[in-house]
């Protein structure tokens, strides 16, 4: 039985793998949707607006009477308005987008009306191709430990010293 | 309805290109659509303010579209009321009409809140809402004025935040082979940030530097194999390798390619831009490059194509526009036709139509429609709006959704363009299948290559 054993075990840690990296390229993915490298994902806060007049302890007063850009912001010429109350809920309620996908119920639909969630391009034939993670160039090798792609022994020292993360085996 | 006032508001989620007719149907305002907060000079700026600053260093954004979506409705409409003031467009909203573009495949619970907006607050006396492709068959991207377009067109729009591939038949969008890939500019620019960050220097917060340095001095390649070993061999000196002088806000110089040979003063920070000047945009055409599952731009349009009516496929490979601020990317068109034409039946003709303004084609394009006689009748009225609530819109407003079946009474057919595709679409189901089955012979007897 010890070489099925060994089997499986490998074809598990070859399933983890490609678990961690497709783990990997999605935060990847979800990084390069950022409109700041330095921000809490997700985060609706503008701490520069607040660092001006709203005092720390002004959090706990916020909530439904919260000022908002738009509310504190006065142009030359506008009539001040008293919003309704849709118009008000969609200004102090944000909503990611995530959240409206759910709500918009565009999931349950019949695979007969195309979507945002069905219009995504298909998957590529061909094979991609590896660049190294380093300069760039393309990646014959592998990282042993981490799978990502280099292309020489100076990048490789590169990637050892820097990037790499050691948590693919 | 007495004739008022006419607004176009392209609403981008990068800039807002807007203006009224009459007066600016040249060229519209281009207004950012963003909040930036700049740490310089610790001054937020709303929208069209943001010309004013001079301190680009580490600014912080605050963007009213997520992945193409507003789901910021607060700094959206702080960006919509500056752009009405006083200060820009200074129009009495009351007493006008608007023409505002929206995204590709919209949601409906957003859509209501563009109503609630576009009625409740700002109080339009009508507005008509739709894509920017859907605008592109009544500007003149494929033929020069009074010619008409096409029957069958396809628009590539590759904007900030996504790049969509849009076949049109008989000036209506045939949504089911809409396809969308899942790069736009705000992801190059990101992607970009971070090779020279790890690479060079640490670009991270200068998302505003990093965006000028992709504008200058990326392009797409027409051989990405050739170029990558050009870079290769000698990478401090190449015929791509390109310097870029950083800006410094400090003592107010900008930033700006060097030009060969020219001497510079240690106090210069100089980035370096080799192969990055392609792989970037590189992107649109081969996303897996990133890990992104999604077909290359060439084939996704090929992909979109072949869902389309068999007869009339060869008028879509012949009549292909180009439009948003990635087009602009010197190749871009050059690399797309090569792809193309391995993609394509041999005998089939592939004609690529670049806009030569693709950030405001779509704005010039709502211009033309918002002038037309027959702009009135797309509309829906501030008095509908108040009846029937979203429900006007929904009803008028033609999208990817199939009309709701209890819409069906009060309908007026003959009244619209549009109106013969929507009773088609009404009947069943399945609205492709159905519209591609009427257009065939239609687009047969008028349909006409262009050369
Ligand atoms: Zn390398
Ligand atoms: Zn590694």
């Given at each position: 039985?010890?070489p099925?054993?060994?089997?499986?075990?490998?074809?598990?840690?070859?399933?983890?793998d490609?678990?961690?990296?497709?783990?990997?390229?999605?935060?990847?993915?979800?990084?390069?949707?950022?409109?700041?490298?330095?921000?809490?994902?997700?985060?609706?806060?503008?701490?520069?607006?607040?660092?001006?007049?709203?005092?720390?302890?002004?959090?706990?007063?916020?909530?439904?009477?919260?000022?908002?850009?738009?509310?504190?912001?006065?142009?030359?010429?506008?009539?001040?308005?008293?919003?309704?109350?849709?118009?008000?809920?969609?200004?102090?309620?944000?909503?990611?987008l995530?959240?409206?996908?759910?709500?918009s119920?565009?999931?349950?639909?019949?695979?007969?009306?195309?979507?945002?969630?069905?219009?995504?391009?298909?998957?590529?034939?061909?094979?991609?191709?590896?660049?190294?993670?380093?300069?760039?160039?393309?990646?014959?090798?592998?990282?042993?430990?981490?799978?990502?792609?280099?292309?020489?022994?100076?990048?490789?020292?590169?990637?050892?010293?820097?990037?790499?993360?050691?948590?693919?085996? | 309805?007495?004739?008022?006032?006419?607004?176009?508001?392209?609403?981008?989620?990068?800039?807002?290109?807007?203006?009224?007719?009459?007066?600016?149907?040249?060229?519209?305002?281009?207004?950012?659509?963003?909040?930036?907060?700049?740490?310089?000079?610790?001054?937020?700026?709303?929208?069209?303010e943001?010309?004013?600053?001079?301190?680009?260093?580490?600014?912080?954004?605050?963007?009213?579209?997520?992945?193409?979506?507003?789901?910021?409705?607060d700094?959206?409409?702080?960006?919509?009321?500056?752009?009405?003031?006083?200060?820009?467009?200074?129009?009495?909203?009351?007493?006008?009409s608007?023409?505002?573009?929206?995204?590709?495949?919209?949601?409906?619970?957003?859509?209501?809140?563009?109503?609630?907006?576009?009625?409740?607050?700002?109080?339009?006396?009508?507005?008509?809402?739709?894509?920017p492709?859907?605008?592109?068959?009544?500007?003149?991207?494929?033929?020069?004025?009074?010619?008409?377009?096409?029957?069958?067109?396809?628009?590539?729009?590759?904007?900030?935040?996504?790049?969509?591939?849009?076949?049109?038949m008989?000036?209506?969008?045939?949504?089911?082979?809409?396809?969308?890939?899942?790069?736009?500019?705000?992801?190059?620019?990101?992607?970009?940030k971070?090779?020279?960050?790890?690479?060079?220097w640490?670009?991270?917060?200068?998302?505003?530097?990093?965006?000028?340095?992709?504008?200058?001095?990326?392009?797409?390649?027409?051989?990405?194999?050739?170029?990558?070993?050009?870079?290769?061999?000698?990478?401090?000196?190449?015929?791509?390798?390109?310097?870029?002088?950083?800006?410094?806000?400090?003592?107010?110089?900008?930033?700006?390619?060097?030009?060969?040979?020219?001497?510079?003063?240690?106090?210069?920070?100089?980035?370096?831009?080799?192969?990055?000047?392609?792989?970037?945009?590189?992107?649109?055409?081969?996303?897996?490059?990133?890990?992104?599952?999604?077909?290359?731009?060439?084939?996704t349009?090929?992909?979109?194509?072949?869902?389309?009516?068999?007869?009339?496929?060869?008028?879509?490979?012949?009549?292909?526009?180009?439009?948003?601020?990635?087009?602009?990317?010197?190749?871009?068109?050059?690399?797309?036709?090569?792809?193309?034409?391995?993609?394509?039946?041999?005998?089939?003709?592939?004609?690529?139509?670049?806009?030569?303004?693709?950030?405001?084609?779509?704005?010039?394009?709502?211009?033309?429609?918002?002038?037309?006689?027959?702009?009135?009748?797309?509309?829906?009225?501030?008095?509908?709006?108040?009846?029937?609530?979203?429900?006007?819109?929904?009803?008028?407003?033609?999208?990817?959704?199939?009309?709701?079946?209890?819409?069906?009474?009060?309908?007026?057919?003959?009244?619209?363009?549009?109106?013969?595709?929507?009773?088609?679409?009404?009947?069943?189901?399945?609205?492709?299948?159905?519209?591609?089955?009427?257009?065939?012979?239609?687009?047969?007897?008028?349909?006409?290559?262009?050369?």
């Amino acid at each position: 039985m010890p070489p099925r054993r060994h089997r499986q075990s490998q074809a598990a840690s070859a399933q983890l793998d490609s678990e961690v990296i497709a783990k990997r390229t999605k935060r990847h993915l979800d990084e390069l949707e950022r409109s700041n490298y330095a921000e809490p994902s997700g985060s609706a806060l503008f701490p520069g607006l607040e660092e001006e007049d709203e005092a720390p302890a002004g959090r706990a007063a916020k909530g439904r009477a919260r000022q908002t850009i738009s509310d504190k912001k006065e142009w030359k010429g506008q009539k001040k308005k008293k919003s309704t109350m849709n118009v008000r809920s969609a200004v102090l309620y944000k909503k990611s987008l995530q959240v409206l996908i759910d709500e918009s119920g565009i999931a349950n639909f019949p695979p007969s009306i195309p979507t945002y969630l069905t219009a995504g391009a298909p998957p590529p034939r061909e094979p991609s191709r590896l660049l190294c993670s380093v300069c760039g160039y393309w990646g014959k090798y592998k990282c042993k430990k981490c799978k990502m792609p280099y292309c020489d022994m100076s990048c490789e020292a590169v990637h050892n010293e820097t990037r790499c993360e050691r948590r693919v085996i | 309805m007495k004739t008022s006032l006419k607004i176009v508001v392209d609403n981008g989620a990068y800039n807002i290109k807007a203006g009224i007719i009459g007066a600016d149907d040249g060229t519209p305002r281009i207004i950012p659509n963003a909040v930036v907060r700049s740490k310089g000079d610790k001054t937020t700026y709303i929208g069209h303010e943001i010309t004013k600053c001079e301190d680009h260093s580490s600014l912080h954004y605050r963007l009213p579209f997520e992945k193409g979506y507003i789901t910021d409705w607060d700094a959206q409409k702080a960006v919509w009321d500056g752009m009405f003031s006083a200060e820009l467009l200074n129009v009495d909203t009351s007493e006008a009409s608007l023409l505002i573009t929206e995204p590709y495949f919209n949601l409906s619970n957003l859509q209501d809140i563009y109503d609630q907006f576009i009625f409740e607050e700002y109080e339009f006396q009508s507005y008509y809402r739709c894509t920017p492709a859907s605008l592109i068959p009544h500007g003149n991207l494929f033929t020069l004025p009074d010619l008409g377009s096409p029957e069958c067109m396809l628009v590539v729009d590759s904007g900030f935040s996504f790049t969509h591939v849009v076949p049109i038949m008989n000036g209506e969008i045939v949504w089911s082979a809409v396809k969308r890939i899942d790069v736009g500019g705000k992801l190059l620019t990101n992607q970009l940030k971070e090779l020279v960050s790890f690479r060079q220097w640490n670009m991270m917060d200068e998302t505003y530097i990093m965006n000028d340095v992709k504008e200058s001095c990326c392009y797409v390649s027409t051989d990405c194999k050739r170029d990558m070993e050009i870079c290769r061999t000698d990478p401090k000196s190449n015929a791509i390798v390109q310097e870029y002088i950083l800006p410094d806000f400090s003592l107010n110089r900008s930033g700006r390619v060097r030009q060969p040979g020219g001497s510079l003063d240690e106090s210069y920070q100089i980035l370096c831009m080799n192969n990055e000047r392609f792989m970037v945009p590189e992107i649109i055409f081969r996303p897996d490059d990133i890990g992104l599952e999604q077909s290359g731009l060439a084939a996704t349009i090929a992909t979109s194509i072949s869902q389309l009516p068999e007869e009339v496929q060869g008028m879509f490979w012949a009549n292909i526009g180009l439009i948003g601020g990635n087009t602009k990317f010197a190749g871009f068109h050059e690399r797309l036709m090569s792809e193309l034409r391995t993609l394509a039946p041999g005998d089939c003709e592939v004609v690529l139509y670049p806009s030569n303004e693709p950030i405001t084609e779509a704005y010039q394009s709502a211009v033309a429609l918002a002038k037309r006689p027959d702009f009135a009748q797309r509309v829906v009225t501030r008095a509908e709006y108040l009846e029937m609530g979203s429900n006007a819109c929904r009803r008028k407003f033609h999208d990817w959704k199939p009309i709701e079946k209890d819409l069906s009474k009060g309908r007026d057919p003959g009244k619209t363009k549009t109106g013969r595709a929507r009773e088609d679409e009404e009947d069943d189901g399945s609205p492709s299948v159905k519209r591609g089955t009427r257009a065939k012979g239609k687009g047969r007897a008028t349909g006409r290559r262009q050369v």
